[in-house]
């Protein structure tokens, strides 16, 4: 998270606005009918809560919590939620794959701008790579890094 000390007692962190996650959740509407995908689309703020969410009539009802699991991933570690394979498959991190959370699939992202994590995106529908792409034009189109 980022945070900025203000006083030996707390700090200002930066997160996303309501009006980029509601362009964020349109981009990233667009970019699953372009891939041809029935999907939810969550958007966490920094802390992982969920502050932005959308279900097309078609995507499944466990594809939401999927969706809201990864974002809560991406943000949680500041990591694509695809580069989880890669962590977990090393035996000293494998632990964590019991995380109750933990999304170890494409298609969440951290949400950041000039190097700040300021939330959270997550796609679930299609598969893992079709919910990654999407995340990735849908990030591109609106200026976020995709990394």
Not at 51 to 60: H, I, L, N, V
Not at 121 to 130: E, K, P, R, V
Request: hydrophobic share 45%; with cysteine.
């Amino acid at each position: 998270m980022n945070s900025k000390p203000v006083s030996n007692n707390y700090f200002t962190t930066e997160a996303i606005t309501r009006e980029a996650a509601v362009a964020l959740i349109a981009a990233s509407r667009e970019a699953c009918r372009d891939i041809g995908i029935e999907v939810a689309i969550a958007i966490v703020d920094p802390a992982g809560n969920l502050k932005a969410f959308e279900r097309t009539d078609g995507g499944s009802f466990l594809a939401s919590d999927i969706a809201i699991d990864k974002a809560w991933t991406a943000v949680t570690f500041g990591l694509g939620t695809h580069q989880w394979v890669d962590v977990l498959a090393d035996r000293n991190a494998a632990q964590l794959a019991h995380r109750p959370r933990l999304v170890a699939a494409g298609g969440g992202y951290p949400i950041k701008v000039e190097g700040k994590l300021i939330g959270g995106l997550g796609i679930s529908g299609g598969n893992y790579a079709q919910d990654r792409e999407a995340c990735e034009v849908a990030l591109a189109k609106l200026g976020f890094e995709v990394a």
